[in-house]
């Protein structure tokens, strides 16, 4: 064998293995700066003129139109790997859109990032240990531990005081976590592509979602909500429905779920600053300690310092 081509080879492995990993950096910060505004949207829609249904069905008839060609090559349903693909649709579809919607009626946007993609990376890691067997570095583990104290010190506050309600919310988006946390580990297990997965859970959900939530969409464009409705459109069914989703998975299959899932514990640094302006939610002392924790745990729970390391040796 050519000694130039022998050699030559490492190094195109090396730099495919760096397009990877950038190209599952770039679909994960796309992702959560979409789901930053995601959070901010829906509060403002649930608790103004749109019910839940109608949102989730604006988020979901986008992504099921749009990605139509991909999901008609699989078919209905996945011939293969059906119980995976089960486990992405209750994980991330009109289900899991209808529990979180819901808490968002109860809480403040800024209970909503510490409880729902905060705790989340830690869940996938927790799963991802007891039963998946992987073993995780002393960085990450310790990045994990830091995003564990900014979802305490961010959400923690609400649980104190239970007399107003919020820990209806508390629990919903703690089970939406749990379902979200489904769907990231699931993935990577259905052997279809991005697009096709994302296609078909937004299908079904809008069959699912679509008695409940077309009605409330008919109604809010006759009483002259229709710009509202226009805005939920794209920000829920293209951003949120289709380019955050096709992001993340992205994300998923160059990165790995636990790696992945931990870029999410930006989100809730994000949804507090989009909040500021368009909510008028102004984070007090202990939100900013909160998001700074995470932002730390988040830096080394995604293994970025450990691929600097590998690419200095």
């Known amino acids: 064998m050519d000694k130039s081509l022998a050699s030559a080879a490492p190094g195109r492995a090396a730099d495919a293995d760096f397009r990877d990993r950038l ?8 992702a959560i700066t979409i789901w930053g505004g995601w959070i901010v949207s829906t509060r403002h829609a649930v608790h103004g003129h749109l019910p839940p249904a109608t949102v989730g069905w604006l988020r979901f008839v986008v992504a099921a139109v749009v990605l139509a060609p991909a999901w008609l090559r699989v078919g209905l349903w996945p011939k293969r790997n059906a119980l995976p693909f089960l486990l992405c649709f209750l994980g991330a579809g009109g289900l899991f859109f209808l529990v979180v919607a819901t808490a968002m009626r109860f809480v403040p946007a800024a209970d909503v990032g510490p409880l729902l993609p905060g705790t989340m990376p830690l869940i996938v890691a927790v799963i991802s240990v007891l039963v998946l067997h992987e073993r995780l570095s002393t960085a990450r583990l310790i990045g994990f531990i830091c995003i564990a104290l900014g979802v305490v010190t961010l959400g923690g506050r609400g649980l104190l005081y239970p007399e107003d309600g919020a820990w209806r919310g508390h629990l919903l988006l ?9 769907y990231t580990l699931a993935f990577r297990h259905t052997g ?7 296609g078909l859970v937004g299908l079904w959900s809008t069959v699912i979602l679509t008695p409940v939530g077309l009605p409330g969409v008919i109604d809010a464009v006759q009483a002259g909500y229709g710009r509202e409705v ?22 998923i299959e160059k990165l790995g779920s636990s790696r992945a899932a931990a870029f ?5 640094a994000l949804a507090a600053l989009i909040a500021i302006p368009v909510l008028d939610e102004h984070p007090d002392m202990a939100a900013i300690i909160g998001v700074i924790a995470t932002g730390i745990g988040v ?3 995604s293994g970025a310092f450990a691929l600097r390391r590998r690419a200095a040796r």
């Open 174 to 182: 703690l089970t939406g976590a749990g379902m979200w946390a489904c």
């Open 23 to 30: 190209l599952g950096y770039g679909g994960a910060l796309l």
């Open 264 to 268: 999410t514990g930006l989100v809730p």
């Open 299 to 301: 830096a080394l729970a």
């Open 192 to 198: 279809m592509k991005v697009t096709e997965t994302v």
């Open 230 to 251: 226009l805005i939920q459109l794209v920000m829920q069914g293209f951003l949120a429905g289709v380019v955050a989703l096709i992001g993340f998975g992205t994300a």
